[in-house]
């Protein structure tokens, strides 16, 4: 049993890998954290194996920047309910784009360290 978040990245080509659709394993995702207004990075699991000693993590920035007036109204909190959402079907795919608001953009994607 797999459950996947799509992220949605076609718009744009930011990031390393351009734009496009990912799908991030959800049962490998370990956190997830806001690193700045425009940017969340999602750690994931053994994410370290590439260069040992050194975390990596899913870097995903986005536009608008968010305000944190409301934690509930933040990247961090869409990614966690699209999450919550997923059911525990075999290969369940849960698109983000259905949890952010109108006007809110995927505008790159990266691995970071």
Not at 65 to 89: H, R
Request: hydrophobic letters at 40%.
């Amino acid at each position: 049993m797999a459950r996947f978040l799509e992220i949605d990245n076609l718009g744009t080509a930011g990031g390393s890998y351009g734009a496009g659709f990912y799908l991030i394993n959800i049962d490998k995702i370990t956190a997830i954290h806001p690193e700045s207004t425009t940017q969340v990075w999602i750690n994931y699991a053994n994410s370290s194996a590439l260069n040992v000693g050194t975390t990596q993590y899913i870097q995903m920035d986005f536009d608008p920047a968010n305000t944190y007036s409301n934690l509930n109204d933040s990247m961090t909190a869409w990614v966690v309910n699209a999450i919550e959402t997923t059911s525990n079907s075999l290969n369940a795919v849960v698109r983000l784009k259905d949890f952010l608001p109108e006007g809110v953009t995927i505008t790159g994607i990266q691995i970071a360290s």
